[in-house]
């Protein structure tokens, strides 16, 4: 199937609010996630599943990882002569201002990506909110709106801060003001939104002057002549702000309920193919209520938790609550609990790394993957 009607932008040029050891190595979008997957592939996905063929990438300044795991393409069907993926230059560091994803300046700079389509709209997302969504569904309701352009929104279910911009909706689920940071059952901006490529260019050519700008932020004075409509998502949307927020989002990917909400098969997340064996479960080991990817091999005992490929659980060891990325050994007789390992880390035999619920500790990825954890803070 191929979207006749709009091309997508996406946004991967912006950090975490805090500084973090999870992103000194990778870009946001490139974070890994659920074990096998990374924040990029939802929106990729959702854009795959609606059979949209040409899509921009805003790349940020430490591109590397992103680059790696995107490649051409070709695991979203995006290896195209005729459209395809396109990695796009933006501010290095995304914008300054906390809440912002579709900066003004990174738009202008990328005006070309408009011009050469033919089709008439744009679909654009952020990376950080994760949500499985039908958009081809929303073009449709954007068309039949006759709206210039249309805000993805849900009722958000918990306190939000400044990372998230909040609508003012009236009649007709017209937009009429927006503000940063929203509280229980507000109407939560998904970053996401389907904008006409018309108007759009108009935009980009009126709007040079304030390119510091947040695109909905520069137009929002004039929402009565730019007619913004809305369309409201009831489906589960997880946003990841910073650590304990990636922390607490993925151990609620544990619930079977709220995974089957996220994962629906109508709609695959695709990801970067990895030729790797099933995960292998020795006599004696222990797993539950665990996620637990291709590659791994399980000795030892894990519950709570989500493994990503190739991690090895040795005899003896434990861990619990925690998130373990590519590529660890845990040696026997080790504990892990309430923790984030990143990728490559060996944790020597008989060593305890405890954090709490609201305190998780956090290891960095380690150079190589044969340097042991020698000592710990």
Known sequence: MINRKAIGYITANYTCRTSSKLTECRPLAALPVFGRYRLI?????????AGIKTVGVVM????????????????????????GLFLLPGNAFGASKRGMRFLLRDIIANKTLFQRSDLPYVVM??????FNIDLAEIIDAHERSGAHATMVYCRAEREHDNDVTALEIGEAGRVHALHAGCSFGDNKFLDCCVINRDVLLDIIDNYQDVDHLDLFEAIEPEFGRIDVCSYEFK????????????YQRSMEMLRPDLNDRLFNPDRPIMTKAHDAPPAKYCT???????????GCLIQGTVRGSIL????????????????IMQSCVIRSGARVENAIVDKNNVIPAQTELRGTPDATLIIPKAPLATKELATLD
């Open 41 to 49: 592939d939802f929106p990729l996905s959702n854009m795959m599943n």
């Open 308 to 323: 990503a490929r190739d991690v090895i659980v040795e005899h003896g060891a434990s861990v619990s609550n925690s998130i």
């Open 60 to 83: 940020p300044g430490n591109y590397r990882s992103l680059i790696d795991h995107m490649e051409s393409g070709r695991d979203w069907m995006l290896d195209r002569k005729k459209g």
């Open 284 to 294: 004696g080991s222990t797993v539950c209520n665990s996620l637990v990817s291709a």
């Open 125 to 130: 997302c952020g990376c950080n909110i994760i």
């Open 235 to 246: 489906g589960l949307a997880l946003g990841v702000f910073d650590e304990q927020s990636y």
